[in-house]
C-alpha cells in the first residue's frame, strides 16, 4: 500500500488481522484483506474519527471469545465506543466490504450472511451504509484512512483467495 | 469508457454525470425500460457500456430488474462472466433488502446511496478498475 501512504504524510500504518478492529483517533492507514469475513468503517467527518473491524461470522457465539470476530457483537462494540467519545449516531457514515462467496457456491456461504448481519445491524440503530462493495466471486484487500473515511479497495485475483 | 446514467430524476442525472463525465462517454436513460433498450443497441453495434449506473425506484421497469435483464442480456450472448459490464446501483433506498437483493441477485458490484458524495463515486470507479487504483495488485 506504499503509492496510498504516499498521500497520507505521517500516517501510521497498521494491519487489521481476522478477528481484530478498533477506533482510531489519530490519523491510521488500516489495512486488511477479505474473503467471505466481512469489514465494516464507520467514519465521523466532524471529528476526523475512524473505526474498523474484520469479523469472520455473523453471529456472536458466547462460547468463542473476542469481540470483532462476529459481525453483530463487533458493531456493538465500535458504536458504543463512538458514542462514548461524543460522536452522535447521525454523524456516522459507513461502508460495508467483504463477503465474497466464492469458496462455496451453494446458498449457505457464510459470505452473504456475514453482509446480511452487517445491515442488519446498522439499520438496527440506524447507521447510515454510504456505499458497499460485497459479493461477488473474488477476495478483497482494503486500506481505510480513518482520518478522511476514504476506503481503497482492490480485488485479489483467484490464486491469492487465502483470507477467511 | 462508456457509461449508462440510469435514473428517473433529470436533475439526478445530472449530478451524475457532472462526476462521470470527467472519466467516460455519458449516456442517460430515464428508466430500465429505456436502459435495457440502450444497452441492447449497444450490444448489437458492438460497443457495449462499460459501466451502468442505476436507480431503482422507476416508472415501466425498475432497477432491481433492469440490471437483471442487461446482465442475462451479455450472457445470452456468450459474455464472459469477467467481462460483463460493472454495475453501481445508486439509490435513496438504504435498506438491507435492497442492499443485498443488488449485490448478491442483480449483479450490482458496489451500492451506493443518495444523497451521494462525489468522493464515494469516485472511489467506486477505482474499486471496479475503472480509474487508477493505487493499491498495488503485490501478493501478501
Known amino acids: 500500500m506504499k503509492k496510498v501512504i504516499a498521500n497520507y504524510p505521517g500516517i501510521q500504518e497498521l494491519f487489521l488481522m481476522s478477528g481484530d478492529g478498533g477506533v482510531y483517533t489519530s490519523p491510521t492507514a488500516v489495512q486488511t484483506v477479505l474473503g467471505s469475513c466481512v469489514a465494516v468503517t464507520f467514519f465521523c467527518p466532524r471529528w476526523h474519527i475512524g473505526a474498523t473491524f474484520h469479523a469472520l461470522m455473523p453471529h456472536r457465539d458466547k462460547d468463542i471469545d473476542g469481540v470483532y470476530r462476529s459481525v453483530d457483537s463487533a458493531i456493538q462494540q ?13 454523524e456516522i457514515e459507513c461502508k460495508v466490504f ?27 440503530y440506524p447507521l447510515r451504509v454510504v456505499a458497499s462493495h460485497v459479493g461477488g ?28 | 469508457m ?26 442517460q436513460a430515464a428508466d430500465g425500460e429505456e436502459a435495457v433498450e440502450r444497452y441492447t443497441a449497444a450490444l448489437d453495434a458492438g460497443a457495449p457500456y462499460d459501466l ?27 459474455i464472459d462472466e469477467a467481462a460483463l459490464c460493472k454495475a453501481i446501483m445508486l439509490s435513496s ?48
Do not use: W
Request: proline letters at 3%; a negative charge; charged letters at 20%.
Open chain 1, 78 to 90: 465500535i458504536c458504543a465506543s463512538l458514542f462514548n467519545q461524543g460522536v452522535k449516531q447521525h
Open chain 1, 98 to 124: 467483504g463477503g465474497a462467496n466464492a469458496m462455496f457456491q451453494h446458498e449457505l456461504s457464510v459470505g452473504p450472511k456475514n453482509v446480511q448481519a452487517a445491515f442488519e445491524a446498522l439499520a438496527s
Open chain 1, 137 to 164: 466471486q473474488l477476495g478483497r484487500k482494503i486500506v481505510f484512512i480513518s482520518n478522511t473515511g476514504e476506503v481503497f479497495v482492490r480485488h485479489i485475483q483467484r490464486n491469492h483467495f487465502g483470507a477467511p
Open chain 2, 2 to 27: 462508456k457509461i449508462l446514467i440510469v435514473d428517473d430524476s433529470k436533475y439526478q442525472r445530472y449530478l451524475i454525470e457532472i462526476t462521470l463525465s470527467k472519466f467516460g462517454q455519458c449516456d
Open chain 2, 52 to 78: 451502468v449506473v442505476m436507480d431503482i425506484l422507476m416508472p415501466r421497469l425498475d432497477g432491481h430488474e433492469a440490471l437483471k435483464r442487461i446482465m442475462a442480456l451479455q450472457k445470452n450472448r456468450g
Open chain 2, 93 to 140: 433506498l438504504d435498506d438491507p433488502v435492497n442492499m443485498m437483493q443488488a449485490q448478491f441477485e442483480d449483479g450490482a458490484n458496489i451500492y451506493v446511496t443518495k444523497p451521494f458524495d462525489e468522493t464515494v463515486l469516485v472511489e467506486a470507479l477505482r474499486g471496479l478498475g475503472l480509474v487508477e487504483n493505487l493499491l498495488e495488485d503485490e501478493t501478501l
